[in-house]
């Protein structure tokens, strides 16, 4: 397990919960963010989730750096999950402790976001009747080259 990484297995969340905690937390904030089956009245049957790895995983790094910087005292663990992921599964979690809890919920919200505008993680929505790649990078993920 790395502080931030991206895996093709299911996640396990006390593994990140654990790598954050140390004497100095007095409060620990967990995210997780599940497959769901229903989405603006369309059901979901499964998520394909794609990325460009070595770049996702620097920029969860920088996540957790921007956090240090703002949140002195905190510590940040990232992961997120790639491959087909069922109704459900998990994801991606995201584990922060602070030595107050003010400071860890609001650092935990700032790692999702900055996911979400950042980091090159791609989703697939595969429906009973068709599919889409979604999000802010809504096209098919990158297949080599440079970026």
Sequence with gaps: MKQFEIVEGPLHVQQYIDYVLHPGAGAITTFTG???????????????YEAYVPMAEKKLAQIGSEIDEKWPGSK???????????????????AVSSPHRKSAYEANEYAI????????????????????????????PFEGGNL
């Design 113 to 140: 976001e900055r996911i979400k505008e950042m980091v090159p993680i791609w989703k697939k929505e595969i429906w009973e009747d068709g599919e889409e790649w979604m999000g802010d990078q809504r096209r098919k």
């Design 76 to 94: 940040v663990s990232i992961a997120h999950r790639i491959g087909e992921l069922q109704i459900s599964d998990i994801a991606v979690v995201i």
């Design 34 to 48: 599940h497959v769901r089956e229903w989405t603006n009245g369309v059901r979901t049957l499964f998520l394909s």
